[in-house]
DNA sequence: TGTTAAAACTATACAAAGTATAGTATAAAA
DNA sequence: TTTTATACTATACTTTGTATAGTTTTAACA
């Protein structure tokens, strides 16, 4: 997934119920996350690495279904250079590397955990056994759902 | 961007502070909601619809560069399929149609409202005039920026 | 009463991106 | 010494997306 710079998205904002931002915007800052998340197996190997700790190239291959050595290479180099991942080597015998989001990285996880209250409420026939539609607090009782949201929301 | 159903990525669950889900989990529901909000250009025509309130076809085309028509049809019928969207006619005439959320694609705009917020926090120097990272009670001083969340997290 | 214009697509050829398969380099374990 | 594992890289092929143009419907305009 490509998305190039030029900016026409905010300049038609009609009235009705529009929500409008209250500081000037030059590039919206969806189309800009999505520059760098939006690319097909970018948020799966972000949900591995920062979520169930799937954090070696091989694993992360193992776990994504689809996905081949040559993309998953290509995502790592980007999402590396992008700052959202590093790695750190556990042995340089036979190169063993560790995959772990930065802080950058870490910031990414409200949107992975949207992205699982948005299947767990509408797709809950395919995501769970018992079929049923589940809220946040129900599928991770040990996560304080909304404190995940701090970094995002002043607390004034 | 398309996701098979076969699922191997619950399997390998190291130690370490893994998230790990209090429920059996059949399919990833982030696999699952990739599967439809995952294709390019999808969430930018949602953004449109729910967000700007630009929901003419030929108003979603200029909004957004370098989205072809072939490709919104594909994905207003992939929306409209999916439930995300519904039309509504307004003349039929001059076929003048207006595209609008249903309460199941309303559910998306927290995954974007995290995108928002991440691109607001990462990319503020391209995103905003003054280049100063924001919180989104900044961005959105209107909205209760916590009551948002509400439709995934129980208030008990 | 043509002609133009707008809306909402649809068709075709072409280009970019992703996929499948195989191969490389390194080094430890059997 | 052969096998296995890790972390890639290369090549050909296939799918998907892109650019450009065309179609249909009606309504307003000259």
Redo the contacts between chains.
Sequence with gaps: ?Q??N?????????D???????????????????GI??K?WT??II??IG????QRFN?IL?????LTPRVLSMRLKELEKEGLIECIEETKSPTRVLWRLTD?GK??L???I??????????SS?????KMP??????????E??KI?N????N?
């Design positions: 997934m998305f190039t030029s900016y026409k998205e905010e300049s038609v904002i009609p009705d119920s529009v929500v409008r931002p209250k500081v000037k915007i030059i590039n919206c800052p969806i189309k800009t996350s999505l998340l939006g097909k948020l799966l949900r591995d979520f169930l700790k799937i694993r193992d776990s994504i279904h689809g950058k910031d990414t409200p949107i992975l949207m992205l699982t209250a948005f299947g767990s409420k509408w797709y395919i995501v769970f056994e018992d589940r809220k946040l607090n129900e599928i991770f009782p040990q996560l759902t909304k949201f970094t995002y929301i002043n004034s």
